[in-house]
């Protein structure tokens, strides 16, 4: 071993970087290929998984047939056409599934952009799953709940420092699910002030995620989208020329999509202030400015953060998520209940809230992921978390160097300007020239053990797009192979592009056809009865 | 010099490493790119948070150390349900949702985590067979939330307004519903109204449901099994009214019962909702809840306007071989954002997972069997609790796993009861006391599978010393 592990170090690096120029580390790769058929299709009619308890005699003797108790009416009559088969036939059946799913811990998800795929830990879990957090009925008296209950405080005390804001929840199941807690929260800010419905209009932009529009309008606003300038900035002029006394505020990313960091982002939270509005700031891609800027300190009056991204929660193949949503003062009566509260010793649910929207889900939330942000925010530490970010946009715009090296790749807007955590890149060039659009080069990505890319939310306003975003998580070399396999599916999307648009070769199936079937009602099947009864019936 | 720490999380914090790429970039320091960020709006201070605690070990002793502070429900019996429910989780539900590729995996794509949308699609095959249905979307957060969604899944296919629920429903799920159907003030708000309850049994009573039906109501929705428990009695009777009316029927349900109970396509329900966490969650505190929401086939309106996403089989170049794909996913709010159906985002798709595996390995089987006993079981908590002098059981005597134990006759609060019984080690029902004052001091019981008759025995014996 040497003495001298900084040269160690980059000697790798050099030999890293000469594989990558001369395509090296490509993997050759090829996905576990069971032909695993549907879990119906494996059924044996009386074997099963598993036996449950039964009653016991004393008990049958003291209640009688237990059917009994049901209403004639409502009696199943025919059993369910579930699968019967025996355990390990069915354990084999789903760590097959498993085994077909790339998942992050095995691959490398730089490519999946907005969902900041980072390192979730193993003790996390370890922690979460422990009966201590794993059993808990969220009914139990507040005095058995003591440990999760200071965790959730105190991970409520951590984030409210990270982002300025005041007061907290951890009700919401998910990113979207904050954001809509935001849409209802203005809602009863302008209810409580008398300013309801006229004041019923949101203002987005077209690079802030769906969610951002659509929860508006789920909550009854009318939802403006504004779109970008020629930078790619949201046009400023068209947002003051948006507002109105009919203004109730704005639901906005920044950065946004693009990566880009909008420098102007407080004159356009006056403007909306100005009108009378209120300003919420999508953070759920908060990992480029972690201790860096912070979403009150630009006049925001609102913000969420997503647990499952910034905060380390593994995404579980899409939840159960938590998203933190995190107002001023002036929001904070309209939290949904319970909050979590301390008087100095205890901690404690606080239901008493008249001015609260109610509730948005059951119970307390998804606490798991509280846990573990808790953990990991324990583990990072005020200088971890900003040293997370200076990693991340690093990483970003080390990618963006070896990515605007590959021909056919382009990065719109913001000449000049760098990227924070994440970019959205056009592919348009490469189809221009080659007919390959970016949905192949995805399919063909995959074929070198690398997950496909995220491309972009709709509608495209960036042609053919792409969307990396390289989190803290990643080395050196995960970033030059990345960049290696898109250099390598353009290459042969000019040299041999039917190799790129026959692809994936080594997956575990082949190419998609009939497409069309997801559109038709006559051929859409959401469940095997009703494939069996759409599909099969007619052939 | 303070010495650079190289976090084990964080590959490039090697300072070579980072030389090395700012180099490559040409840049000296990271600031340099955070000049996109103007002075006045930089964070100039360090987060007031503590400092780290760096080795695994010790993280690990000071959040296990939080953690002892609870006491959970293995080392208490716990009789509370009320909405997140202690079954038994199989050990393979766990091994299966733990391993690192399902726990790991976000929104990859079709080929690379062909596994994932598999189970899901297996998921929702496995959940129509229980509910016979056909239409089955990828769930979302939990039973509130989906009502309230079916609510205004049911608005938009009717072009009505206003949705009948039973006065017994959950005032949690309630809330949440309300929340998505808006306040009065929005003019796009559905108008929710309770129809009354038989004082004698729970169920809906048919004469006020008659009463409140007319050519407005988009949907009736009714439980089976309530929230207090009781199986709804007039569950066809409502479905019939409801269509009569040209409403729909949405039923909310909670799917472990369907090994036994007649399902919400046998009963004539055109949407159906609940939450999957008795199939395979642990509790969590609550974190285990995820809600569903499936619907018939028959009319395409109905996938149209469902508010969730939605698989399907795909056939690929191979003979033979299946593909998953998304369904018309353009009218989701991915697709359409503020023109979308309500919205999407990340939901709970392990629990979906977990709920698979939960269903393959119990079987018809199995789901007969765990019915029988938690009736059983429960009808037997409720004989022996209520011999107890001063406790009555009210509502119908038709309950699953639920039932409502009264305590005035005692002349103890719920409380009162609970905190005493928290004293022997027991977890008591959830106290109506608030929800239903028309029901006195009573509290909602659950007894499961998960407890046997000598746990029952233990919960009679302790609320008799309680009560004596």
């Known amino acids: ?539 | 010099m303070k010495k650079p720490f190289v976090h084990p999380y964080i590959p490039n914090s090697v300072p070579a490493t980072k030389q090395a790429m700012l180099r490559e970039i040409g840049l000296n320091d990271v600031e340099e790119i955070y000049a996109e960020i103007p002075e006045r709006l930089r964070f100039k201070g360090r987060l007031d948070i503590p400092e780290p605690i760096l080795a695994e070990r010790d993280l690990e002793r000071h959040v296990k150390g939080l953690l002892d502070k609870n006491t959970s429900c293995e080392e208490f019996l716990n009789f509370c349900g009320a909405g997140c429910w202690q079954h038994y989780v199989p050990a393979v539900v766990d091994e299966v949702i733990n391993r690192a590729e399902f726990l790991s995996a976000y929104c990859g794509g079709d080929y690379s985590d062909l596994g994932k949308y598999q189970a899901r699609f297996e998921f929702n095959s496995q959940l129509g067979e229980l509910l016979d249905l056909d239409g089955v979307a990828n769930p979302i957060y939990d039973w509130g939330d989906v009502a309230g969604r079916s609510f205004r899944m049911a608005s938009r296919i009717t072009g009505r307004k206003r949705v009948l629920y039973p006065r017994t429903m959950s005032p949690m799920r309630l809330a949440e519903a309300r929340t998505l159907c808006q306040p009065e003030i929005m003019p796009t708000h559905i108008k929710l109204e309770a129809v009354d309850y038989d004082p004698a049994t729970g169920c809906i009573d048919p004469a006020d449901l008659r009463r409140k039906l007319g050519a407005d109501v988009a949907a009736v929705y009714f439980e089976n099994p309530g929230y207090l428990g009781f199986i709804e009695a007039n569950a066809a009777e409502i479905v019939q009214a409801a269509h009569a009316a040209g409403a729909l029927a949405i039923n909310g349900v909670d799917p472990i019962t369907l090994g036994v109970l007649a399902p919400p396509g046998a009963i004539g329900a055109d949407i159906a909702c609940g939450d999957i966490q008795p199939l395979g969650m642990h509790m969590h505190a609550g974190g285990g809840c995820s809600g569903f929401i499936a619907f018939r086939d028959d009319d395409p309106i109905f996938a149209q306007e469902c508010p969730l996403e939605l698989y399907t089989l795909l056939e690929t170049v191979v003979p033979g071989e299946y593909a998953i794909g998304e369904a018309i996913a353009e009218r989701t709010s991915y697709g359409l954002r503020d023109q979308g159906k309500d919205w999407v985002g990340t939901a709970s798709g392990l629990w979906t997972i977990a709920a698979a595996v939960y269903m393959t390995v119990m079987g018809p089987q199995g789901f007969k069997e765990v019915g029988e006993t938690c009736i059983a079981r429960s009808h037997y908590a409720a004989d022996r609790l209520g011999q107890i002098p001063g406790v009555a059981i009210k509502l119908s005597p038709a309950f699953f796993k639920e039932f409502v134990v009264n305590f005035d006759g005692a002349g103890k609060t719920v409380a009162e009861v609970n905190k005493k019984l928290l004293a022997k080690g027991i977890f008591g029902g959830k106290d109506l006391s608030a929800e239903f004052p028309e029901l006195g001091q009573s509290a909602l019981y659950c007894v499961t599978e998960y407890y046997d008759q000598a746990d029952v025995d233990e919960l009679a014996s302790a609320l008799k010393e309680v009560l004596a």
């Not at chain 1, 808790?374 to 990618?399: F, H, K, Q, T």
């Open chain 1, 1 to 539: 071993m040497s003495d001298h592990p900084e040269n160690d170090t980059a000697a790798k690096l050099e030999r890293l970087a000469t594989l990558c120029r001369d395509g090296g580390v490509l993997r050759d790769y090829h996905a576990p290929r069971w032909n695993e058929p549907l879990i119906m299709e494996q059924s044996v009619p009386g074997e099963r998984g598993i036996c449950v308890p039964l009653a016991e005699p004393e008990v049958t003797d003291a209640v009688g047939d237990p059917h009994a108790f049901i209403p004639a009416g409502l009696r199943r009559t025919e059993a369910p056409a579930l699968p019967e088969i025996a355990q390990h036939q069915a354990l084999r059946h789903y760590l097959r599934l498993s085994q077909q799913t790339l998942g992050m811990d095995l691959g490398s998800d730089i490519g999946e952009g907005t969902c900041t795929m980072k390192y979730s830990p193993k003790l996390h879990e370890e922690l979460i799953r422990s009966h201590k957090a794993a059993d808990l009925h969220p009914l139990q008296d507040e005095d058995t709940l003591q440990g999760l209950l200071e965790i959730v405080y105190n991970c409520g005390e951590y984030l409210k420092a990270i982002s300025g804001m005041e007061a907290i929840t951890l009700q919401p199941g998910g990113g979207s699910h904050a954001v809509y807690t935001n849409a209802c929260a203005m809602r009863a800010y302008f209810a409580d002030k008398g300013e309801l419905p006229h004041r019923n209009e949101m203002i987005t932009t077209i690079f802030s995620h769906p969610c951002d529009a659509a929860t508006p309008a789920v909550a009854g606003f009318k939802v403006i989208t504004v779109m970008p300038d020629a930078n790619g900035y949201p046009d400023l002029e068209a947002v003051k020329a948006a507002v109105s006394e009919r203004t109730a505020g704005c639901m906005i990313t920044n950065p946004e999509d693009t990566g880009i960091y909008n420098p102007r982002i407080d004159e356009y939270v006056e403007v909306i202030h100005d009108a009378g509005g209120l300003c919420f700031t999508d953070q759920a891609n908060a990992n480029g400015i972690l201790g860096i800027a912070r979403a009150r300190d630009a006049g925001f009056d609102a913000c969420h953060f997503n647990l499952h991204k910034t905060f380390s929660s593994p995404h579980g193949c899409e939840g159960p998520a938590t998203g933190a949503y995190l107002v001023a003062d002036k929001l904070a009566p309209f939290l949904p209940v319970p909050l979590v509260g301390c008087d100095g010793t205890r901690y404690f649910l606080d239901y008493d809230r008249p001015l609260s929207i109610g509730r948005v889900r059951g119970f307390l939330g998804n606490w798991m992921g509280v846990i573990r942000a808790y953990a990991w925010i324990r583990n990072m530490g005020p200088d971890g978390l900003r040293e997370v970010a200076e990693i991340s946009v690093l990483n970003n715009n080390y990618l963006d160097r070896l990515l605007l090296g590959i021909r056919g790749v382009s990065r719109p807007y913001a000449e000049g300007h760098r990227r924070l955590d994440q970019v959205r890149y056009s592919l348009e060039q490469l189809k221009e020239d080659t007919g390959v659009g970016t949905e192949a080069i995805r399919d063909r990505m995959i074929d070198f053990g690398i997950q496909s890319y995220w491309m972009s939310h709709h509608p495209w306003v960036v042609p053919e797009p792409f969307t990396p975003e390289p989190c803290e998580t990643y080395s050196k070399a995960d970033l030059d192979e990345w960049a290696a396999v898109i250099k390598k599916a353009s290459d042969e999307a000019y040299e041999t592009p039917d190799t790129v648009t026959s692809a994936p070769h080594s997956q575990p199936i082949g190419q998609m056809r009939r497409l069309e079937a997801l559109e038709d009602p006559k051929e859409w099947a959401f469940t095997w009865r009703a494939y069996q009864r759409k599909i099969k019936a007619r052939s």
